[in-house]
């Protein structure tokens, strides 16, 4: 018995492992239940008197010196893990797949850019709103009916704030603290309580300008909006159609000839080779009257294009649903866009 007790001592000084399975098994065969040391000790009683002493410290030995082993061999193999979890800094990156800039944002600056060039800045304000601004300072009086053309999304405890409809309200608060004349932008996100779908959503982006200054016509407008579109379209044949707007008298959509060259050509503009892209017009006397600039004095025009909507355009995108997906191969599609 005690020949076999020092045969498995070198066993166990031999053994040597940097598999956390194989250290396992090690142990399960010298300490575990059914393991050797156990076996030994059921054979104690056998053992006559006079090797009992013997064999005691031999089976103990045994037990230290396999404990020993898995200990130093767990102590091993946790030092090489730490070491190969520590960050090698010489080693190369992953390189990491970009995207790149958002279409709206893309489309956002051009704009801002083209009109940066005939001494238009920029103007911010509230996404959150209070009603004079978005709507009465608008010639859009309570219980007037045109409030209806856009449906508004109010905070429930205070009726009298609501989340903008559009970028003109950012347009009065300039007007409140400037005097004309001025030539502004206000890009930014409006809201508007409608369903989302391939064509709309209910959170969108506009950019709006205005001009006021001293006989400002709607010839100046007209010059302005064939400007804007030959510069962003490449195509500067546009027409203006009759239309309605509260703050603006008189007001027009804004079409642009986009042509009739290709399939697709026909169902964007439904055969006509029209588009429309914004609405414009002359700003009301009543409007420059609630922010005490003199209508008789001064004139001046505004205009909003929808961004969302040129960028449908100008890259063909189907569904504007697919802008706030944030899918990456989406955006990769725009890197070489970035000289737009």
Same mark, same amino acid.
């Given at each position: 018995?005690?020949?076999?007790?020092?045969? #498995?001592?070198?066993?166990?000084?031999?053994?040597?492992?940097?598999?956390?399975?194989?250290?396992?098994?090690?142990?399960?065969?010298?300490?575990?239940?059914?393991?050797?040391?156990?076996?030994?000790?059921?054979?104690?009683?056998?053992?006559?008197?006079?090797?009992?002493?013997?064999?005691?410290?031999?089976?103990?030995?045994?037990?230290?010196?396999?404990q020993?082993?898995?200990?130093?061999?767990?102590?091993?193999?946790?030092?090489?893990?730490?070491?190969?979890?520590?960050?090698?800094?010489?080693?190369?990156?992953?390189?990491?797949?970009?995207?790149?800039?958002?279409?709206?944002?893309?489309?956002?600056?051009?704009?801002?850019?083209?009109?940066?060039?005939?001494?238009?800045?920029?103007?911010?304000?509230?996404?959150?709103?209070?009603?004079?601004?978005?709507?009465?300072?608008?010639?859009?009086?309570?219980?007037?009916?045109?409030?209806?053309?856009?449906?508004?999304?109010?905070?429930?405890?205070?009726?009298?704030?609501?989340?903008r409809?559009?970028?003109?309200?950012?347009?009065?608060? #300039?007007?409140?603290?400037?005097?004309?004349?001025?030539?502004?932008?206000?890009?930014?996100?409006?809201?508007?309580?409608?369903?989302?779908?391939?064509?709309?959503?209910?959170?969108?982006?506009?950019?709006?300008?205005? #001009?006021?200054?001293?006989?400002?016509?709607?010839?100046?407008?007209?010059?302005?909006?064939?400007?804007?579109?030959?510069?962003?379209?490449?195509?500067?044949k546009?027409?203006?159609?009759?239309?309605?707007?509260?703050?603006?008298?008189?007001?027009?959509e804004?079409?642009?000839?986009?042509?009739?060259?290709?399939?697709?050509?026909?169902?964007?503009?439904?055969?006509?080779?029209?588009?429309?892209?914004?609405?414009?017009?002359?700003i009301?006397?009543?409007?420059?009257?609630?922010?005490?600039?003199?209508?008789?004095? #001064?004139?001046?025009?505004?205009?909003g294009?929808?961004v969302?909507?040129?960028?449908?355009?100008?890259?063909?995108?189907?569904?504007i649903?697919?802008?706030?997906?944030?899918?990456?191969?989406?955006?990769?599609?725009?890197?070489?866009?970035?000289?737009?």
């Amino acid at each position: 018995m005690i020949d076999s007790i020092e045969k #498995y001592i070198q066993q166990i000084e031999a053994f040597a492992s940097k598999d956390a399975k194989e250290i396992e098994e090690f142990r399960i065969q010298f300490l575990g239940k059914k393991g050797v040391f156990n076996q030994i000790m059921e054979g104690f009683k056998s053992v006559p008197p006079e090797q009992k002493k013997e064999f005691g410290q031999k089976a103990n030995t045994l037990k230290n010196k396999a404990q020993e082993k898995i200990d130093q061999l767990k102590a091993q193999l946790d030092s090489n893990k730490e070491s190969a979890s520590q960050e090698d800094f010489t080693k190369s990156g992953i390189p990491l797949e970009s995207g790149s800039m958002h279409p709206i944002a893309l489309v956002r600056d051009k704009i801002i850019e083209i009109f940066s060039r005939i001494g238009f800045g920029l103007s911010d304000g509230p996404e959150i709103e209070d009603d004079w601004h978005n709507f009465t300072a608008l010639n859009l009086p309570e219980f007037h009916p045109a409030r209806d053309m856009q449906d508004t999304f109010f905070v429930e405890q205070n009726p009298d704030i609501l989340l903008r409809t559009h970028t003109s309200s950012v347009q009065i608060r #300039y007007m409140e603290n400037h005097q004309p004349p001025f030539r502004i932008l206000s890009p930014g996100r409006v809201f508007r309580n409608e369903d989302i779908s391939a064509r709309s959503h209910c959170m969108f982006h506009q950019i709006e300008g205005l #001009y006021v200054a001293e006989n400002v016509s709607f010839a100046d407008l007209k010059q302005t909006l064939q400007y804007f579109t030959t510069e962003l379209f490449g195509k500067s044949k546009i027409r203006l159609r009759p239309s309605y707007f509260p703050f603006t008298e008189p007001s027009a959509e804004i079409d642009v000839y986009w042509g009739l060259e290709t399939p697709t050509d026909y169902k964007m503009t439904k055969g006509t080779g029209w588009l429309e892209i914004g609405g414009c017009g002359m700003i009301d006397p009543n409007v420059l009257s609630n922010v005490n600039i003199d209508p008789d004095v #001064y004139s001046g025009f505004a205009f909003g294009v929808g961004v969302e909507r040129i960028a449908l355009l100008l890259y063909q995108i189907g569904d504007i649903r697919m802008y706030f997906e944030n899918d990456q191969r989406f955006l990769a599609q725009f890197a070489k866009e970035l000289n737009l």
